[in-house]
């Protein structure tokens, strides 16, 4: 590398707003430093949504007509990155590591961008689990008109039972029959499946080798995924109005909701009622439910990396220097923090490193934010955590995971909000949508639309 002639490396990320700023900060901090005097330019480059930026990737790597070339260095999960990596396009980085640097790295960290193979494509730099949020404000109106507790939240059996007690007692409060307010909604309905199978005894799916439709038709995983999401949501106990949950649960649409927690920049102390006034609400920040039966506490590990993409020996070279001093210990912890994730290096995951960071006057770090971050840290190392490896077409099958009940589940509300509003009795109404045949009818669908991708 020259100081007189650097070499440009370009980065794009899905990052917006606190965590572009987040991300930003520290690329000019390493172009004034450690970049200057190696000779190597960071030009980093938001590309707006995670979706946003996996198209872009697509559409570059299959060269589309008036897409731009790859960047040098993009921010990816294994699925994501995995396409590539089949394509030959990824850089195998591990010749740039030693092995007493890589044991700095949290245990497993480099495991799901090795693809089935002893080689890194995937550059671990962040971690996330997800989080159960409430507006605790509401939650003690309810509980003390209830006699609901905490503890009623431990389990999703607890959180569906309480959802329907909440819709009866909104409901109890206005004299118009039938005007519930939903509980409770979620992100990720395909981390509710993978958890789910995973906290029921299934490890599907885990791998390549061992992916399999029969364990999702498990009849009782799967009707138990489907009793504690599909039923509750299509009587209005569970509800999902914006595009996150975190939008609802900012709106009064909702009292609780589950999310990354990468997104704990985001969350709100504020609700903004129907009038545009704002009502500043006490938040509490909750370990994920497990289901009633869980053979263990299962959480979702949400690692997510940077690939590195074959240019020259230069660029991929420099792109390593960036990338080992990104995730030193100070730095890493600077950007995870105040972007909401937990850092990658085992040094920096501790307690006693988060609380420094946050001690800090310059951090600005909101309550809410900490009370996320610690969450999170004890999540991950009281659960069992599953890891999701990448293999053909798992991101389609994730995709799939992700809307195929949640989008029954929409439309059948509509259809007995329809059905309500013509005069027909709410139980009249529901019928059908809460009967055995209706979930068999999709079962079998489900079954054979999963055939359909392997």
Not at 163 to 187: I, K, V
Not at 194 to 204: E, F, H, N
């Amino acid at each position: 590398m020259d100081a007189k002639n650097p070499v440009t490396v370009t980065i794009w990320h899905f990052y917006n707003s606190v965590q572009q700023t987040a991300f930003d900060i520290l690329v000019e901090k390493f172009n004034e430093t450690e970049g200057q005097k190696r000779g190597i330019v960071i030009e980093s480059i938001s590309q707006g949504s995670f979706n946003e930026l996996s198209k872009k990737i697509a559409a570059a790597a299959e060269k589309k007509s008036g897409a731009e070339p790859l960047p040098d260095v993009f921010v990816a999960y294994p699925d994501s990155a995995y396409p590539l990596y089949k394509q030959g396009l990824l850089v195998n980085f591990s010749r740039y590591l030693a092995k007493e640097e890589t044991d700095q790295y949290a245990r497993g960290y480099f495991s799901e961008g090795e693809f089935y193979t002893k080689k890194f494509f995937l550059f671990p730099f962040a971690d996330s689990t997800e989080l159960f949020i409430l507006n605790k404000t509401e939650w003690d109106l309810f509980s003390g008109a209830t006699g609901v507790s905490l503890d009623d939240l431990a389990t999703w059996e607890g959180v569906a039972k309480t959802a329907a007690r909440y819709y009866n007692w909104t409901d109890s409060l206005t004299p118009e029959p039938d005007d519930g307010r939903p509980f409770f909604g979620r992100d990720s309905l395909s981390n509710y499946f993978i958890v789910g199978c995973r906290q029921l005894g299934s490890k599907i799916p885990d791998s390549i080798a061992t992916f399999s439709v029969e364990n999702f038709v498990d009849e009782n995983i799967l009707y138990t995924l489907w009793e504690n999401h599909y039923l509750p949501y299509i009587q209005g106990h569970f509800g999902a109005v914006c595009k996150f949950r975190n939008d609802d649960f900012r709106t009064g649409e909702l009292i609780a909701f589950c999310s990354s927690s990468e997104g704990s920049p985001y969350f709100s102390p504020y609700v903004v009622k129907p009038d545009g006034s704002s009502e500043l609400v006490d938040v509490l920040i909750l370990p994920m439910p497990n289901f009633a039966d869980a053979e263990y506490k299962f959480a979702v590990a949400q690692k997510v990396g940077m690939a590195i993409t074959k240019s020259t020996p230069e660029k991929e070279y420099a792109s390593t220097v960036f990338l080992k001093w990104f995730t030193e210990v100070e730095n890493n912890t600077i950007f995870c923090v105040t972007a909401g994730y937990l850092p990658s290096r085992e040094a920096a995951h501790t307690i006693q490193n988060i609380q420094n960071y946050i001690a800090l006057p310059q951090a600005g770090i909101s309550d809410i934010q900490t009370q996320a971050l610690f969450t999170a840290l004890d999540t991950i190392q009281t659960y069992q955590r599953h890891t999701s490896h990448a293999f053909d077409n798992s991101y389609n099958i994730r995709v799939f995971l992700e809307e195929s009940l949640q989008e029954k589940a929409r439309k059948d509300r509509d259809a007995v909000i329809r059905l309500m509003d013509l005069g027909v009795p709410r139980e009249e109404a529901l019928s059908y949508y809460v009967s055995k045949q209706n979930y068999l009818n999709w079962r079998d669908s489900f079954r054979k639309d999963l055939y359909s991708m392997l």
